[in-house]
């Protein structure tokens, strides 16, 4: 079963909403490529349209947390991850209000808009900002779980999920959830491959493939990028001969370079980063741009051989 990861967050806030009245989702005309067009009309007294001005968006959010809301600011990552940096910083960070801004149609996932609208480097400015939480999560019910964390808990957070249906990684029911805990997708002792976001799937797709030839393949879901989970990934570096990380995100302060940091100081070994490039990407799909830079099954594998 595939679903779009902002379907699942929409409807989850529509129904939390009709019992937490200090919910507030903000948006900035963003309620179509957010699907939130039936909580607006279902929760207008709950719902707050700013229009094209993401950096206003975080702002008001930052007020509506100072003043005992909980505040959901949605716009695409590409612009939630730029435009309002400093707002994010400031407002949100530093000021410790408790807005999680989630930034939809992140990652190539618009495809042939191009870079203007590509968030390949979220990662790396989201997670720069001292006391901002960030978090990529794989499919539905990642999403769902991170969802009832936020609801209660009271720390700022960033969010970055896809524009498309993503393909589940995990059954209904079946997910072993702990928050800023990896979660282990497939059990392995050769080679570890780290993923996050709809990577997740092409890694667990190409474990499965690798175990079919007799490879034993670890697969963890680093959907908490920060706080990163860095007692899994040392296990991972102690227990298996080398690391692969995948990613939709640049090389440069991602997720693997973060764990080439974290294993070169505390356990030195063989770390492969699959990425995008440091350049604009290629017109396409997010599967073209997948395939066209080995992020997707058949790539992962390919990689993967070079390690084992």
Do not use: W
């Not at 989630?102 to 720069?128: C, E, F, K, N």
């Not at 928050?179 to 002792?189: E, F, I, S, Y």
């Not at 090389?251 to 080439?260: E, I, Q, R």
């Amino acid at each position: 079963m595939s679903k779009a990861i902002k379907k699942v967050i929409a409807e989850f806030l529509s129904e939390e909403a009709k019992v937490n009245k200090d919910i507030v989702v903000l948006c900035s005309d963003s309620r179509g490529s957010g699907a939130l067009g039936p909580y607006a009309e279902e929760h207008s007294d709950q719902f707050v349209e700013v229009g094209i001005a993401e950096q206003n968006l975080v702002g008001i959010s930052a007020g509506l947390a100072a003043a005992g809301k909980r505040p959901f600011a949605v716009s695409p990552a590409s612009f939630l991850s730029t435009r309002s940096m400093e707002q994010a910083k400031v407002d949100v960070a530093y000021s410790h209000t408790n807005v999680k801004l989630v930034g939809i149609s992140g990652g190539v996932s618009y495809g042939a808009l191009g870079m203007t609208h590509h968030s390949a480097t979220d990662i790396a400015t989201m997670g720069s900002i001292p006391g901002l939480r960030v978090y990529f999560p794989s499919d539905q019910y990642l999403a769902t779980a991170l969802m009832k964390e936020f609801v209660t808990d009271s720390e700022p957070a960033y969010i970055r999920i896809g524009r498309n249906a993503v393909e589940d990684v995990y059954e209904d029911g079946k997910l072993d959830f702990t928050m800023d805990k990896a979660v282990t997708v497939q059990d392995g002792t050769e080679l570890t491959i780290i993923a996050c976001g709809e990577l997740v799937y092409e890694a667990k797709k190409a474990a499965e493939t690798l175990a079919a030839q007799g490879k034993s393949v670890r697969v963890l879901d680093m959907y908490c990028l920060k706080p990163l989970d860095t007692e899994a990934i040392l296990k991972a570096a102690k227990e298996t001969k080398a690391i692969l990380t995948v990613e939709e995100h640049s090389p440069y302060g991602g997720l693997g370079a973060m764990v080439a940091q974290l294993t070169a100081a505390e356990h030195p070994t063989k770390v492969v980063n699959l990425t995008l490039p440091d350049a604009p990407v290629v017109t396409g799909n997010s599967a073209d741009i997948f395939h066209h830079y080995g992020l997707d099954a058949e790539g992962i594998v390919k990689a993967a051989k070079e390690l084992l």
